[in-house]
């Protein structure tokens, strides 16, 4: 059956026509099988990564880095690395899985969190990251307290806003599982007077 359609599709075709379509279509499928598996474009929708990230900007994630998931599956790839503190990183959001958030991961399983004078604590210790310091974290949400001691637990990770005042993050919903983060943020490169590294 299929033979007979590829042999009718061949006589229907002049040789130019179905070269191009030929190519349109490996085209395409490797233009999936690279974004599914290596890397892929996000546009940033709101300010909530201000100064790093603005509205606008267009990035490539890297999927390698963490290991990319298997759709349709619960299988991810070895990845080269695990996320690391001060990594922005991409996920699906826990309340809302058809959208994906970009945050700066704070805090991983184990690790207890506390936002104290704009600062951030992890395991009773203020983070030592450059793009963390720079910033002051506000108090807020159910998970961002003062006085408050936030335990991540294993599999999950804690992730916050780089612009604290209006980040919807894991003070107000919680919790990222491991599985649910895509990649690493690693290139901005749109617009053009921005091109940079993501750090």
């Known amino acids: 059956m299929i033979a007979k359609i590829r042999e009718t599709y061949r006589k229907k075709l002049n040789p130019v026509t179905r070269?191009?379509?030929?190519?349109?279509?490996?085209?395409?499928?490797?233009?999936?099988?690279?974004?599914?598996?290596?890397f892929q474009a996000f546009r940033i929708p709101s300010g909530s990564m201000r100064m790093t990230l603005i509205e606008g900007d267009r990035l490539i994630v890297n999927k390698l880095s963490y290991g990319a998931k298997v759709p349709l599956s619960p299988w991810r790839l070895p990845g080269f690395e695990k996320p690391h503190r001060g990594d922005v990183i991409v996920f699906i959001?826990?309340?809302?899985?058809?959208?994906?958030?970009?945050?700066?991961?704070?805090?991983v399983g184990g690790d207890t969190i506390e936002?104290?004078?704009?600062?951030?604590?992890?395991?009773?210790?203020?983070?030592?990251h450059p793009m963390v310091n720079s910033r002051y974290y506000y108090n807020r949400g159910e998970y961002g307290q003062m006085n408050q001691e936030i335990h991540v637990p294993q599999g999950y990770n804690?992730?916050?806003?780089d612009?604290?005042?209006?980040s919807h993050d894991s003070r107000f919903w919680g919790f990222v599982p491991d599985d649910d983060i895509i990649g690493k943020a690693?290139?901005?490169?749109?617009?053009?007077?921005?091109?940079?590294?993501?750090k």
């Open 19 to 38: 070269e191009w379509i030929e190519s349109i279509v490996v085209a395409f499928v490797l233009a999936m099988f690279i974004r599914t598996f290596f």
């Open 93 to 107: 959001f826990p309340d809302d899985p058809k959208r994906d958030f970009i945050k700066r991961l704070i805090g």
């Open 115 to 128: 936002i104290r004078n704009g600062d951030i604590f992890v395991n009773h210790e203020r983070l030592d």
């Open 158 to 161: 804690f992730v916050l806003g």
């Open 163 to 166: 612009n604290s005042a209006s």
């Open 186 to 198: 690693e290139l901005l490169y749109w617009p053009l007077n921005r091109i940079r590294f993501i």
